[in-house]
């Protein structure tokens, strides 16, 4: 493969290692579908291929030589740049290149926590913790549902303006959802880190093909960054030195916190919990996270006592978790 990429596209050596790279790291992330790739796609360079010069000015090798690019950046920017690590993405973005950099961030002393924060992430409710502290969707939905009418108009007219504007509108929307995301993982690291509990999450891994919804619901679910507010709450709590504890999601929504009792019939609609056993009801959301929150006071249990095993006789164990089965119905 290597060879034939660098006889058909004329590329350098690096830049063809970074291309497969590419492509063999979309395959990887999601094995049931094909990736498919723009002609204007990001490349990503890594240090061979792309050096800065001061804050002025970037080196990049391209198929014609290197090149000295001038670069603008914020203050903000600027102070970081000695902290950059690992590759770079070179993206285009409405006309304008665009290079996106990682750089590492100092991280807390770790946090001894003397409890847990169970977060569970809806649709109605973005973010709901053990404790019923809620964060609303309501005003996403009405910018979603607006941007919405506004997108299918746009779309209709099919003009040149009309496609300007829906890209705008688009990449507005993008950072809409974005600052909402940071807003609700920085208030919940603020608790946490208030409180010194550690953070406690459902492992989202594959909610988009697991999670059923009702018809008006998909959109929302579809469209809602599930993955970037984890990632932002994940990376948030590093930095301030708090543990993230995963667990596995299923049944958090049926199981009683009072009785114990495992049941669909346990949450009759999306919003409500009312147990068939005990007759105890709460905000199914909040239901979600008391028991994300006892569920992470397992796993992390099994975690110190495979710990200590370890250290006493050398034998390494496995903590996987597993819900309760249910005790009637399906």
């Avoid at 291309?19 to 049931?32: L, M, N, P």
Wanted: include cysteine; glycine fraction near 4%; proline fraction near 3%.
């Amino acid at each position: 493969v290597y060879y034939d990429v660098r006889d058909k596209f004329k590329l350098s050596a690096q830049l063809t290692i970074r291309a497969i790279a590419k492509v063999c790291e979309s395959y990887k992330r999601d094995k049931t579908i094909k990736p498919t790739f723009k002609p204007t796609g990001a490349i990503v360079y890594d240090q061979r291929i792309l050096s800065f010069r001061k804050l002025e000015a970037i080196s990049i090798l391209t198929n014609s030589g290197r090149l000295t690019v001038p670069i603008r950046m914020g203050e903000y920017q600027k102070v970081r740049l000695d902290r950059i690590r690992g590759q770079a993405d070179l993206i285009l973005r409405n006309g304008i290149f665009y290079l996106m950099v990682v750089v590492e961030a100092p991280e807390a002393s770790k946090v001894d926590a003397v409890g847990t924060l169970g977060v569970d992430l809806g649709i109605v409710y973005l973010a709901t913790d053990n404790d019923g502290e809620t964060f609303s969707g309501k005003q996403v939905d009405k910018v979603r549902e607006k941007n919405a009418t506004l997108r299918t108009d746009l779309q209709e007219a099919n003009t040149p303006s009309a496609m300007r504007h829906l890209k705008r509108l688009s990449n507005r929307e993008a950072r809409f959802h974005r600052d909402i995301n940071h807003i609700i993982s920085r208030k919940i690291v603020a608790k946490a880190k208030d409180t010194r509990q550690a953070i406690d999450l459902e492992d989202l891994k594959g909610i988009r093909k697991s999670v059923t919804v009702r018809r008006t619901q998909r959109s929302r679910l579809h469209s809602w960054a599930f993955y970037q507010l984890r990632s932002f709450i994940e990376y948030k709590a590093t930095i301030a030195g708090i543990p993230v504890i995963l667990v596995n999601p299923r049944g958090t929504s049926h199981i009683c916190p009072e009785c114990g009792h495992n049941e669909r019939a346990n949450r009759p609609n999306r919003d409500t919990f009312r147990c068939v056993q005990c007759s105890f009801s709460d905000n199914a959301d909040h239901i979600a996270a008391i028991n994300i929150a006892a569920r992470a006071v397992e796993v992390n249990q099994r975690i110190v006592a495979c710990n200590e095993v370890k250290a006493i006789t050398g034998i390494e164990m496995k903590h996987s978790y597993k819900p309760p089965v249910s005790t009637r119905g399906n």
